[in-house]
Structure formats: C-alpha cells, structure tokens
C-alpha cells in the first residue's frame, strides 16, 4: 500500500510544487495522476522514488516510511518500483534483449535467471522477435514495450509511469495502456502520471487530479474533472 | 560483489577503449611519475649503497714515507696504537701493495711487468675508527707526521660528506618532481575517468532507477583507474628493470678496476623495494584520480 500524508514540496528556486497531498493507493490498484503541465504530476511521482526530498509530510510505501530511509537503502527501496518515463531512455547501444538484460544485471541477478526471465517478459509486451533490434530500428510505440519489459523485470510490487504515452500516436498509446492494464492484471499496482484526456476517459479507472499542485479530485472515471 | 566481477570488469574495458586516447594519456602520465621515482630511488639508494661501503671499509689509508726505515716504521707503528678511536690498523707491505696492484690491473698484466722488484707502491696502514665522527680528529693527529714519517694520508671524509650533500639534493629533487607530475597525473586520470562518466549518463540514470546500488556503479570507474595506475606503472617498472640490469653488467665489463657486482647496489636489492613502492604509487595515482573524478560526477 502507498500512503501520502500532507506532503508539500517547494523546490529551492521557491517554485511550489506539491500542497497538502493526502491520498491511498491499496496494493493492485491501477491509478491515473492528471493535471495540465506544471501541476505537479512528475514531482509526486520523484517524491515516491525519493528522488527528490520532500519539504514536509510522510510518503509510506510497504509500510516504510521512506522519509526514513538511509541512503544506503535506496537502491534496495527502489527496486520494488519500476518506471517508464515518456521519453523511454533506452540505451541506443544495447539490443532489445540487452536493455531488458541490463535491469537485472546492475542489481547482480544470475546470468541463468537473466537468461530464463527475459523472454519471459519479452514475449509478454509482445516483443519476443524483436530482442536483437536495436532501439533506433523500432517505433516509438515498440520503445515504450521494450521500457516497460525492463521496468517489469525484476518483479516490481510498483510501476510509475510519467506520461507513457506522451510520444506516441493514439494506436501505439493505446496498446500501452492495454499493456499496463496487462501488468496491472498480474498484481502490480500501476500509477500513470498522464495530461492525454481521451485516453484517460476510455480507460475509466480512478482519477486524482492536480492542479498547481493540489488535489481537485479523486474519484474513479474520466479525466474532465470541472464538471 | 564476486558475482559481477566480470560484469565490472567487461563495463571497465569498454570505458578504456572508448575514451582510448584519453587512456593512454592517463597510462603514460602514471608511466612517467613512476619512472622519475625509478629514476631518482636508483640514484639515491645507490649513493647510500656506496657511502655505507666507505664506511663500513677504511676510515683513513696513511702511505708511509719511502725513506722511513722498518725500525722507524715500527716506532711510528707503536703512535698509531696509542691512539684510542682507532680500532684497527692493517699493515700491507711493500709486496703487498704490488700485489694489489696487481689485482686492480688484472687483465693488463704488461702494464706492470718488471717492475716487481722496483716498484712504485708504497707501504701504509689503513686504519678503521671506532665511528666514523672521529674522523676529523684522527686526521688531525696524522697530519702532524705528514712529510716526517708519512708521505701522504687519503681520507675519504670530503667525498663522502659531497656525496651525502648530493644525495640530499636529489632527494629533494625528486619529491618535487614525483609531486609535481603526480598532481598532473591525478588530474588527467580524473579527467578520463569524468569522460567515462559522462560517456554513460544515461546507462547510470537507469542504473540508479531500477535500484543498483551505489557501489555497483562505482567499480567499473574504480576499476578503471586501478588498470590505469598498475599498466601506468608495471611498464617503466619492468623496462627499467632491464635497463638497470645492462648498464650495471656494461659498467663492470667496460671498467674492470671496479670488484664486479660489489660497487653498485645490485639490481634484485633496489627492485626488492622499487617493486612494490612503484605499483603503490601507480594504483594511489589510479585510484585516488578515479575516486575524486567519480564523488564529484557521480551523485551516488
Ligand atoms: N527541478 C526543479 N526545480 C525547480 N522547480 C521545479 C523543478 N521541477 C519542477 N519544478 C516546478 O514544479 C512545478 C511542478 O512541476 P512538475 O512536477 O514537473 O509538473 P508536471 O509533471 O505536472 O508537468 C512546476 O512549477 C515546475 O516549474
Ligand atoms: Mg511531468
């Protein structure tokens, strides 16, 4: 469970970012943060990475003040987090396999479990003859896959998603958004920071809304949340 | 950690051939402090070498007039035992003055043929002092029979005090310059070690966010000052090894006055302490650039 408490964040330039956010995401969920650019939806999501510093307030993740945690921690912290970011930060000179690889690599996974996991989720984003491409070779609809296979590999309770579908064409967003609904089927609870209104209302799912960094609602259904 | 050594290994390769000019400029910054370190060690140790020969070897050689009869010469003989800070006095003979000689020419031997019965070399004691700080003392009382019983005295104390003033230029001489070229060094292996990072952003951004830990992205950067530092360092070491091996067996082949093998220091006494001191120095230098590059670009 996630659970944010009168979180505030002004960053050092006075730009106030976050204001009194208090919200529950219960483990499973699938939730969409919206608001118009610069209302705080990216800000919220690096509070729960712990990527940035909270100015005041408690974020509460698996029952872990992360507020609290040491330095040290983090890595570990994170690991129960996937992410995917709207601009897919593939790494050009990796495969598709590789990238994917890569994710399991860097926190010391065994090369047999690599090697037993990544067609696994490969073929899970529907990308199983892909995995010797290079990301310049792929659409842009095929990088966020392979992003997402990457964030998924190593089993995250968490996925965020800033703005997923925010370079893609309506099709290729779509058949994202189906992914993560896949994903979500699994047991992971997915949150997707998103300002793309039609995709929002097709999905109907449970809606918080910023707006200069506050809450305006929270409720399930479509993104129009002036009515 | 063990698990992904090759992993670090692999990554660290990658950066060193990627930034390769930059690799070999770090390799060949360590190479040269390292080889004035060689460089200046092989002078001063072998300078120490031959000071604690003297010592350890004659005080003084007093030569004995030629006129002085063995009756006088042993009366002289007796002064020589009264004075206290002398703790040996070695006779040689006019035979074997000729003798060594002899040895000391050995290979010329026409050089001194037919002279063994009229020969220029004199008798003389070599006296050993106690310590060699009364030195000056017994110099003193010896010049006073300068002209009378004695013909000449040779006392090593003015060359051994010019050496003991040269080796203390170079050794000043040389912290200096491996400060100064280490500073450079450092510099270089840090600017490699920056481009190796920033060659990666991104690879260290995702890194970060799928939850490895800092150490992990550490090694491969650490990795790769150390190799750096060993390569810089392991080249002069073994090329001087060599080159120090020739010059000393050319030296006593071209000069054979000199005792082969006993004047300089020999080649496994110096590398027994160059060795390790020189690949200390190279893996400091490697690991102190990267180290200081990494916690300045790298915010993990
Ligand atoms: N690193 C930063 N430094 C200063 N101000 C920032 C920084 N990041 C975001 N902001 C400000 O915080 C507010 C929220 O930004 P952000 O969270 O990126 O919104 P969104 O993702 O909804 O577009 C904006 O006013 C933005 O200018
Ligand atoms: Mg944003």
Redesign the pocket.
Known sequence: MIEVINLNKV?K?G?V?LEGINFKVEDGEFVFIV?S???????LLKAMLKEVNVTKGIIIINGKDINKLKKGKIPYFRREIGIVFQDFRLLPNKTVAENVAFAMEVVGAKKSEIRKRVPQVLAMVGLQNKRKAYPNQLSGGEQQRVALARAIINKPQYLLADEPTGNLDPNNAMGIMSLLEDINGTGTTVIV?SHAKEIVDVMDKRVIA?ENGRIVKDSKGGYNYNV | MFNNIWYFIKEAGVNLFRNRLMTLASILTVSSSTLILIIFFILASNINYILSNFENSIGMTVYVSEELSSEENLKFYDKLLEIETISEIVYVSKKEAFEKASDIFKGNDNVLKGLESDHPFPRSYEITLTSSEYGEDVYKILKEYEGEELSSIKYAQSETSALIIINGVIQLISIVLIGGLSFIAIVIIMNTITMAVNSRKNEINIMKYVGATNSFVRWPFLLEGIFIGIVGSVVPLISSFLVYNEILDLIYKKLPMIEYGSFFQPVEDVFEILLPSGLMLGFLLGIVGSATSIKKHLNV
Do not use: M, Q, R
Request: glycine share 22%; net charge positive; charged share 5%.
């Open positions: 960053y330039n730009a970012a608001g650019s610069g209302s705080g939806k990216s800000t920071a910023l």
